[in-house]
């Protein structure tokens, strides 16, 4: 994946609304949703909806499907799996210079300072012995 691709998947979802929307499609699975559907359980008005969506159409997360006058929404999977695959490798190549970010927040296994006690939000280097703070 190319750094512009990336950079627009990643602006994309880079939105509370969008990243809302996002999930709820997610949620819906293959089927996708309407943006009568999305804007029922958001609350947010229909024509915004769309709004919203149309930069995770154009960066490919999600497709739109017209069926009459409807527009139907679902997840692309495929360019998803990409990003995840990019933003993976950005990861391993951190972890392969033995730096390491520990996140703040319950689901991460060390988030509680891990077994070697180091702070929450802490970037560590193994190779230069040095860890600096957010």
Do not use: C, W
């Given at each position: 994946m190319n750094d512009d691709r990336l950079l627009i998947g990643l602006?994309?979802?880079a939105q509370p609304i969008r990243l809302m929307l996002y999930r709820?499609?997610?949620d819906a699975g293959?089927?996708?949703s309407g943006p009568v559907a999305l804007s029922a359980s958001t609350g947010i008005q229909r024509n915004l909806v769309s709004y919203h969506l149309q930069p995770l159409v154009a960066a490919g997360l999600v497709r739109s499907e017209r069926r009459g006058r409807?527009?139907?929404y679902r997840v692309e999977t495929v360019?998803?799996?990409r990003l995840a695959?990019?933003?993976?490798?950005l990861s391993d190549r951190t972890a392969a210079r033995g730096t390491r970010y520990?996140?703040?927040g319950p689901s991460h296994p060390q988030a509680e300072g891990g077994p070697d006690g180091a702070e929450q939000g802490t970037f560590e280097s193994k190779a230069a012995g040095r860890t600096a703070q957010d």
């Amino acid at each position: 994946m190319n750094d512009d691709r990336l950079l627009i998947g990643l602006s994309a979802l880079a939105q509370p609304i969008r990243l809302m929307l996002y999930r709820l499609l997610v949620d819906a699975g293959p089927a996708g949703s309407g943006p009568v559907a999305l804007s029922a359980s958001t609350g947010i008005q229909r024509n915004l909806v769309s709004y919203h969506l149309q930069p995770l159409v154009a960066a490919g997360l999600v497709r739109s499907e017209r069926r009459g006058r409807d527009v139907n929404y679902r997840v692309e999977t495929v360019e998803l799996n990409r990003l995840a695959v990019e933003l993976l490798g950005l990861s391993d190549r951190t972890a392969a210079r033995g730096t390491r970010y520990r996140t703040k927040g319950p689901s991460h296994p060390q988030a509680e300072g891990g077994p070697d006690g180091a702070e929450q939000g802490t970037f560590e280097s193994k190779a230069a012995g040095r860890t600096a703070q957010d």
